[in-house]
């Protein structure tokens, strides 16, 4: 019976066999006392609908007990100790298990995001909202009949709490204007080199989620440099995207979907630097998940399900779980190696790393886009010619133009040159760093 209420429910039949013969018991007021004393036993205290059926012809009858978890937020134990069915057998429920079906089922019922805020209708960016409803009726996520009126897109999406708005409502649409909800923050670096010493560039943002997305988007976009590749046959580069935009805006929605909003200072941070691209969230991963478990198949378990479900109606997230393999597909057909899926330090974090050289935006000052060509075009090779660059980069250009780049490049110690006058060969410093 506490395999049963630790499950769906169920019915214990007295005076069944194995087989499925009827051939039942003698039941007494004694036995029902027995019945009763049992149930006691349990924690918490278990109901159970008690039912005696005679056998035809004879005294005796069977006893059918059924019992229900009226409350799914509760996990019983019996003598003690927690039990759960396996298939046909009843066995001792493991601790790990025990302890993620405790978190599990007051997760199901109390959760941060569905319990009252404090903010009022006036606190939202209600812009945002329109927004939302909009995108999902283009994404065919929402009825086209749907209403528009602030409370009853609110309450449609689950996002009151008794009279009032609950804190998923502050996270989709608070105004970023808001002094309240420290946490809805997004901290945005562009570092100078491999680590945090130096800053480039640097923000700290607060507002909702969707225009947090937006900026850190927009950050990327400014940030990440471009993959460049010369076309077999032609003078003329083709950029491309760093990572894959899809990737990044999936990893992004992760993070601000699943991240756990309950701590104060908690937010989603984007950290650029010279070889890799990093964004975090605060919180660990939900449910006793591991990071080697989101590079496979995996159920969807959001942490906050009532804001998960308003990103998939407005049409950036999947219901399925597969984000973070999408994330990993995109990337490899690029060409990168696979992101790295990392917790540690109470927080969740995705790694992209390039697949090869990358040359930098910006040094002491914005480089041009023909010398971070010429960068790109060393790093495909050991060394090249003066010659051998200039037909790469472009035949047409002066000879003291390509001359005068290829100096303030070494200059700025990211190239070098071996030897001199027309036998000198260039060739990228891999060492140096922006």
């Known amino acids: 019976m506490c395999a049963f209420l630790n499950g769906s429910g169920g019915t214990v039949l007295f005076g069944v066999t194995p087989d499925g013969s009827l051939v039942g018991q003698l039941v007494s007021d004694g036995t029902l006392r027995d019945v009763a004393q049992m149930l006691r036993r349990m924690e918490p205290p278990a109901s159970a609908r008690i039912e005696r059926v005679k056998l035809p012809g004879e005294a005796n009858e069977v006893l059918a007990i059924a019992v229900s978890p009226d409350d799914d937020s509760r996990v019983f134990t019996f003598d003690d100790r927690p039990y759960e069915r396996v298939g046909p057998t009843t066995q001792i429920m493991g601790q790990e298990t025990y302890q993620r079906l405790l978190l599990d089922r007051a997760h199901a019922h109390k959760r941060w995001e569905n319990s009252a805020s404090p903010l009022q209708l006036k606190d939202l960016d209600l812009a945002e909202l329109r927004a939302t409803i909009k995108a999902g009726i283009e ?16 309450a449609r999406f689950g996002l009151t709490s008794g009279q009032g708005l609950a804190n998923s409502a502050a996270v989709l649409f608070i105004n970023h204007e808001s002094p309240y909800y420290p946490q809805c923050q997004l901290r945005l ?8 010493n130096e800053f480039l560039d640097q923000r700290q943002l607060n507002g909702n989620a969707f225009f947090l997305l937006q900026e850190a988007v927009q950050f990327l976009g400014r940030h990440l440099p471009v993959s460049g590749r010369i076309e077999p046959g032609l003078f003329e580069r083709v950029d491309s995207p760093l990572f894959p935009p899809v990737a990044l805006r999936e990893a992004l929605v992760n993070a ?7 701590i104060p200072g908690g937010a989603v941070s984007v950290a650029v630097y010279d070889d890799r691209l990093e964004i975090w969230s605060d919180g660990r991963l939900p449910f006793g998940l591991t990071p080697d478990e989101l590079v496979k198949e995996h159920l969807s378990r959001p942490r906050n399900p009532l804001i998960a479900e308003v990103f998939f109606r407005r049409g950036l997230v999947e219901r399925w779980g597969r ?3 999408k994330i990993i597909e995109l990337c490899v057909l690029a060409g990168h190696p696979a992101p790295q899926f990392v917790e540690q330090a109470g927080a969740v974090g995705v790694r992209f790393l390039p697949s090869g050289y990358i040359a ?5 000052h914005d480089l041009t886009s023909r010398q971070r060509l010429i960068l790109q075009v060393l790093s495909a090779s050991a060394n090249e010619t ?3 660059i200039k037909m790469r980069v472009n035949p047409e250009i002066a000879d003291r ?3 005068d780049d290829l100096i303030h490049l070494k200059r700025l110690k990211l190239i070098e040159s071996i030897g001199r006058g027309r036998g000198a060969v260039w060739l990228l410093r891999r060492t140096a760093t922006e």
């Open 139 to 154: 994404a065919a996520r929402i009825p086209s009949t749907a209403s528009a009126e602030p409370g009853e897109v609110l």
């Open 189 to 196: 670096a562009r570092f100078r080199g491999v680590d945090k």
């Open 256 to 262: 601000f979907v699943h991240r756990d909003y309950s």
């Open 323 to 325: 984000g973070t393999q």
């Open 360 to 364: 930098p935006l910006r040094v002491a």
């Open 386 to 388: 003066f010659g051998r």
């Open 401 to 403: 133009t390509l001359r």
